[in-house]
């Protein structure tokens, strides 16, 4: 038989005793990391920082956009996101506080949907009646408000007085699943992560002329929801409060409440 003759295929009993071995791969793995995640928590109180929030969205963006481009391409993109979701919440968890407080209006199921599937299994989650209460949770040690954008309610005009919260994800957070219809705040730190969108509100109630303005200055714009007299828009890229493109737009009050990475595409 000559060296190039393709090998027999495995015996289903040969298939089997590797997923076993594989398993036993992934659960040393998983534990390694969790011991790391410990380590990263003793050094962080040995460093005087124990009980700061953990959370570092620009970070995590990068991270799964890594995994996504490496990944073996017979685990489904979906899959992967999942269990890295699953471990990165843990190890937030295991850092400090973390937890959870979900507003979501008249979709109230989807919108805690979203907040699982973004933040994993980890954290508690508690669903509260009014907006302000979910952002008033998000003002505690790691506290992450989940809150839906609905066409009944303008919540996140109020982070325009809010300079410590901020929009720092939008969900859902991959670009199959569906437009944006809830984000998430939390006193934390916003970084560029090189594909980004910028959560800008205004009070011009022209929708197209705000977005012809922007666009003659180069910034392309969508609306996301508008209530109150107030609209909420995505900026694609990453703007500062001050940029004078924003500050030329139409509109007396008008400023920027966040940033989040862009839909992750699969």
Same mark, same amino acid.
């Given at each position: 038989?000559?060296?190039?003759?393709?090998?027999?295929?495995?015996?289903?009993?040969?298939?089997?005793?590797?997923?076993?071995?594989?398993?036993? /791969? #992934?659960?040393? @793995?998983?534990?390694?990391?969790?011991?790391?995640?410990?380590? &990263? %928590?003793? =050094?962080?109180? +040995?460093?005087?920082?124990?009980?700061?929030?953990?959370?570092?969205?620009?970070?995590?963006?990068?991270?799964?956009?890594?995994?996504?481009?490496?990944?073996?391409?017979?685990?489904?993109?979906?899959?992967?996101?999942?269990?890295?979701?699953?471990?990165?919440?843990?190890?937030?968890?295991?850092?400090?506080?973390?937890?959870?407080?979900?507003?979501?209006?008249?979709?109230?199921?989807?919108?805690? /949907? #979203?907040?699982? @599937?973004?933040?994993?299994?980890?954290?508690?989650?508690?669903? &509260? %009646?009014? =907006?302000?209460? +979910?952002?008033?949770?998000?003002?505690?040690?790691?506290?992450?408000?989940?809150?839906?954008?609905?066409?009944?309610?303008?919540?996140?005009?109020?982070?325009?007085?809010?300079?410590?919260?901020?929009?720092?994800?939008?969900?859902?957070?991959?670009?199959?699943?569906?437009?944006?219809?809830?984000?998430?705040?939390?006193?934390?730190?916003?970084?560029?992560?090189?594909?980004?969108?910028?959560?800008?509100?205004?009070?011009?109630?022209?929708?197209?002329?705000?977005?012809?303005?922007?666009?003659?200055?180069?910034?392309?714009? +969508?609306?996301?929801?508008?209530?109150?007299?107030?609209?909420?828009?995505?900026?694609?890229?990453?703007?500062?409060?001050?940029?004078?493109?924003?500050?030329?737009?139409?509109?007396?009050?008008?400023?920027?409440?966040?940033?989040?990475?862009?839909?992750?595409?699969?």
């Amino acid at each position: 038989m000559g060296k190039d003759a393709p090998s027999a295929p495995l015996s289903l009993d040969a298939v089997r005793a590797r997923i076993d071995a594989v398993d036993a /791969e #992934l659960l040393q @793995l998983i534990g390694e990391r969790a011991e790391l995640a410990r380590a &990263v %928590a003793e =050094a962080k109180r +040995a460093a005087g920082d124990n009980g700061k929030f953990g959370l570092r969205p620009a970070r995590e963006a990068q991270i799964v956009r890594r995994i996504l481009k490496d990944r073996n391409p017979a685990a489904s993109a979906n899959l992967v996101i999942r269990v890295w979701r699953e471990i990165m919440g843990d190890s937030l968890g295991q850092q400090g506080p973390f937890h959870l407080a979900v507003w979501g209006g008249k979709a109230e199921s989807r919108v805690v /949907e #979203l907040a699982r @599937l973004r933040f994993g299994s980890t954290p508690k989650l508690a669903v &509260v %009646a009014k =907006a302000e209460d +979910a952002l008033a949770a998000a003002k505690t040690p790691g506290g992450v408000a989940v809150m839906a954008l609905t066409p009944d309610s303008s919540w996140w005009g109020r982070l325009l007085a809010e300079p410590t919260l901020k929009i720092f994800a939008t969900l859902p957070d991959l670009a199959a699943s569906g437009p944006t219809s809830a984000v998430a705040v939390a006193q934390v730190e916003i970084a560029p992560t090189g594909a980004d969108q910028t959560l800008w509100v205004t009070d011009s109630a022209d929708i197209g002329k705000t977005v012809d303005a922007l666009s003659r200055d180069g910034v392309a714009a +969508a609306p996301l929801v508008q209530h109150g007299g107030l609209t909420l828009y995505a900026l694609a890229g990453y703007y500062q409060q001050h940029d004078a493109r924003l500050t030329r737009a139409p509109g007396q009050l008008h400023g920027v409440i966040g940033a989040a990475p862009e839909p992750f595409d699969l």
